[in-house]
């Protein structure tokens, strides 16, 4: 038997933290009108604050198959949707051939049966399944052309994909649809219509320390102070690239199996690679601009403690 959706707000948020994801309650609440609602929820912010998590937890505390397109530029039906199997069409009609057991038109009615088809993840979404409708995850939509997201209207709104070949398939059970985008450019309104919205921002510095606490629980506490606030600052700086929460995490976790126990401006000249992805931003903070802001976060923990 599939588990049952979450029944509120309050039970989302739960089962959110069931997944060790640390949600503001206004996503929660998006995610939930969304199940309940059988809508696509439509994710968008910036790289790294944990869009894409969403998905994969629901996978998990739901018990669902998760069902992944990543997006790319040129992304196309054959590889989102379906294509034929044209090795075995071909097999069939050489051995319809040598037989001489049908006519044209049958054999080109045969070829084109389901048996054939190679389903892609669209279409593997569509599927019943003993353990529930699937999380579809449609990933990164922003990387793909206009002519795509036409596409995804018909699924969106009716949950179904019409193959000239075949006909049209539906859903007996919508998946749980999710997707995401990192805005680098806008995504058509007809689309944003069909589904929930909720725009995913940096955690502010308790949902952050929270993350940390839940993620990286063996992180000593001063260290995980410093560290939430020193990155807290530093998205208020004017770099290419901001951190996000995946860099944070990838930072505390380079930080302690260094056996850092407090942070130093040689240590974080040492390891900004893993937390700043751009030449140009590592250039801004190395040297002096990182001791800057070291100091200034030192002296707000002190005043904090105080």
Same mark, same amino acid.
């Given at each position: ?24 309650? /206004? *996503? &929660?609440?998006?995610? !939930?009108?969304?199940?309940? %609602?059988? +809508?696509?929820?439509? @994710?968008?912010?910036? #790289? ?57 038109? /049958? *054999? &080109?009615?045969?070829? !084109?049966?389901?048996?054939? %088809?190679? +389903?892609?993840?669209? @279409?593997?979404?569509? #599927? ?179």
């Amino acid at each position: 038997m599939p588990r049952p959706l979450p029944a509120s707000v309050d039970a989302t948020l739960s089962a959110l933290g069931e997944g060790d994801y640390v949600a503001e309650r /206004s *996503l &929660a609440t998006s995610l !939930f009108l969304a199940l309940k %609602l059988r +809508r696509p929820l439509f @994710l968008e912010g910036e #790289a790294g604050v944990g869009k894409t998590e969403i998905a994969k937890v629901l996978s998990r505390v739901l018990e669902r198959r998760l069902v992944r397109l990543q997006c790319y530029e040129g992304l196309d039906v054959a590889s989102a949707v379906y294509e034929w199997n044209y090795p075995r069409q071909m097999l069939e009609i050489r051995l319809s051939e040598a037989v001489g057991d049908r006519d044209r038109d /049958s *054999l &080109a009615e045969d070829i !084109f049966a389901e048996k054939f %088809l190679i +389903r892609r993840p669209l @279409l593997q979404a569509l #599927a019943p399944d003993l353990s529930g409708p699937p999380v579809l995850l449609i990933d990164e939509l922003d990387r793909t052309d206009e002519p795509f997201e036409a596409f995804l209207l018909e699924i969106l709104s009716d949950f179904q994909i019409t193959i000239p070949e075949i006909g049209t398939i539906k859903a007996e059970e919508p998946p749980i649809v999710i997707i995401t985008s990192n805005r680098t450019r806008e995504i058509h309104d007809a689309l944003k219509r069909r589904c929930f919205y909720h725009w995913v921002d940096y955690p502010d510095a308790e949902r952050e320390r929270r993350i940390i606490e839940v993620k990286r629980p063996k992180t000593p506490a001063r260290l995980s102070a410093q560290i939430v606030a020193f990155i807290q600052r530093l998205r208020q700086e004017d770099l290419f690239k901001l951190p996000g929460v995946a860099e944070t995490l990838d930072w505390t976790q380079a930080l302690t199996e260094l056996d850092v126990i407090e942070l130093n401006s040689q240590t974080i000249n040492d390891t900004v690679g893993t937390l700043l992805k751009y030449q140009d931003d590592i250039q801004k903070l190395q040297g002096g601009e990182a001791e800057r802001l070291l100091a200034e976060v030192n002296a707000e923990l002190a005043a904090t403690n105080a």
